[in-house]
């Protein structure tokens, strides 16, 4: 079994920041590629920021300069520091992860975490 829990999500005020966290756990051989999506109702899901292993970070334009990405490869856990939110950043944050898992044999798998909500209200 492999599997990614996540959890830092909640309500906070526009103009807040909160920290979401990713943790892989299972029978995992490599983590490679961490990343948070998100979707909102009624829109499909976008990439929010990913990571490779090699530290090379992408956002997207309408979070660059308020969101981090960051990663702790010992823990095989990806963080994503949020901060001045805005209420169009309301929505249901999905981490994914690409990773080598060793099952029967090894296998390449990408993963996805259960989802968190961030509710950006007054």
């Known amino acids: 079994q492999v599997q990614l829990v996540e959890s830092g999500g909640g309500l906070v005020q526009p103009g807040g920041s909160l920290r979401l966290s990713c943790a892989a756990s299972?029978?995992?051989?490599?983590?490679?590629?961490m990343g948070w999506y998100r979707q909102a109702p009624g829109k499909l899901r976008e990439l929010v920021a990913a990571?490779?292993?090699?530290?090379?970070?992408n956002y997207s334009e309408s979070v660059k300069g308020r969101f981090t990405i960051s990663r702790d490869n010992a823990k095989n856990t990806v963080y994503l520091q949020m901060n001045s939110l805005k209420p169009e950043d309301t929505a249901v944050y999905y981490c994914?992860?690409?990773?080598?898992?060793?099952?029967?044999?090894?296998?390449?798998?990408?993963?996805w975490g259960q989802g968190t909500l961030v509710t950006v209200s007054s």
């Open positions: 990571l490779t292993s090699g530290g090379n970070p």
């Open positions: 994914n992860a690409n990773m080598v898992v060793q099952l029967s044999d090894y296998r390449f798998l990408e993963v």
């Open positions: 299972g029978s995992i051989f490599s983590v490679h590629a």
